[in-house]
C-alpha cells in the first residue's frame, strides 16, 4: 500500500503538470470543445499507461541494446512537435470554426506518447525508481501502471475542460489567435530538454565518429 500511495503522488506529481499532453489537449479544448477532445483524451489517458506497462515489461531494453534508435525516435518526435506546434500557432480562429481542422483521434493521441520526450522520461523513471530488487516485478510494473491510469483521467481532464472554458471566454479571433500563439510558444518550451539532450547525444566528442 505504501508503494502504491507512493506511486500515486509521482503519476499525479508528473501527469498534472505542463507539458506536451497537457499543452496539446487544452489547445484542443479551446479550439473544438470538450465533445469533440474526449478521443484525444482518453488517447492520451489509456496510451500512455499502456507504454509505460510495455517499458516496464522490457520494450526500454530494445532501447537500451540499440540507443541510436531511441534517440532516432526523439529527433522524428521532436521534429512532428516543431511541426505541430507551428500547426497550432498557424491556426486559423475562423477555419476552426467552420470545421476545417480537426481534433487528434484516440489513435494519434495514443501513437503520440511513444514520441513524446515528456511521456518517456515519467515512464522510465517510474519504472527504475518503484520496481523492487527482489520482488515480483510484474506485479510492481502493474501497480505503477495502475496509478499512471487512475491519475491520468483527472489531471489530463482538467486541462482540456480548462481549455474548454477559456473557449467561451475567448470569443473574439484576435484572443483565439494569441492563445494560439501562446500554446505553440509553451509546446516548443516544453521539448527544449528533450532537444538539448539529443544535442548532447550526436554532439558530444565521446559520440562523434
Known amino acids: 500500500m505504501e508503494l502504491f500511495l507512493a506511486v500515486l503522488f509521482f503519476a499525479f506529481s508528473t501527469t498534472i503538470t505542463p507539458g506536451p499532453n497537457n499543452v ?8 473544438y470543445g470538450v465533445k469533440a477532445s474526449v478521443p484525444h483524451w482518453l488517447g492520451i489517458c489509456l496510451g500512455f499507461p499502456l507504454m509505460v506497462m510495455l517499458v516496464g515489461l522490457g520494450f526500454g531494453v530494445v532501447f537500451e541494446r ?16 516543431i511541426w505541430l506546434a507551428w500547426k497550432i500557432a498557424s491556426a486559423e480562429p475562423k477555419s476552426i470554426e467552420q470545421g476545417k481542422s480537426k481534433p ?20 522510465s ?7 523492487v530488487v527482489g520482488g515480483v516485478y510484474w506485479i510492481d510494473v502493474s501497480v505503477i ?3 499512471f491510469l487512475l491519475m491520468a483521467f483527472p489531471c489530463v481532464g482538467l486541462w482540456l475542460v480548462f481549455g474548454a472554458a477559456l473557449r467561451s471566454l475567448l470569443t473574439k479571433a484576435i484572443f483565439q489567435r ?26 558530444t566528442p565521446v559520440n562523434i565518429i
Open 104 to 123: 487528434f483521434s484516440f489513435i494519434q493521441a495514443a501513437l503520440f506518447q511513444w514520441i513524446n520526450g515528456k511521456a518517456w522520461v515519467m515512464a
Open 178 to 203: 494569441i492563445f494560439n500563439i501562446s500554446m505553440g510558444v509553451i509546446l516548443l518550451l516544453s521539448i527544449v530538454p528533450v532537444v538539448v539532450e539529443v544535442w548532447r547525444y550526436y554532439f
Open 125 to 131: 523513471s517510474a519504472v527504475a525508481a518503484f520496481t
Open 66 to 81: 540499440y540507443p541510436h534508435l531511441h534517440q532516432l525516435i526523439k529527433v522524428l518526435g521532436v521534429a512532428y512537435l
Open 145 to 147: 501502471t495502475l496509478a
Open 24 to 31: 496539446m489537449i487544452m489547445s484542443s479544448g479551446m479550439n
